[in-house]
């Protein structure tokens, strides 16, 4: 099994690829970048599929909408470490 990665990395993609997504564009996007298969982790969540983080991080507040979606910005990104 591969390393889980953080709900953070999630958020920093998105600011790195800017503009806005969908929940299925953003879902095709981290597939393509971290693989279908992979698992995400945050503070309070573990083992979590693409689809499950995406939607975990929008319960929290953690997305910002917008006329084509919803984005995030650097301020939504929690303090602590990993």
């Known amino acids: 099994m591969s390393e889980s990665i953080h ?3 999630v ?4 600011i790195e690829n800017g503009g806005s997504f969908t929940q299925q ?10 693989g279908m298969d992979a698992r995400f982790h945050t503070c ?10 995406i939607e975990f991080l929008e319960a929290r507040g953690k997305f910002i909408a917008s006329d084509a979606g ?11 470490s990993h």
Do not use: R
Not at 27 to 34: C, D
């Open 7 to 9: 709900a953070h990395a």
């Open 11 to 14: 958020m920093e993609l998105m």
């Open 25 to 34: 564009s953003l879902l095709e996007l981290l597939q393509q970048q971290f």
């Open 44 to 53: 309070k969540a573990q083992d979590k599929t693409a689809a499950e983080i």
């Open 70 to 80: 919803f984005n995030t910005s650097s301020d939504k990104i929690c303090s602590h």
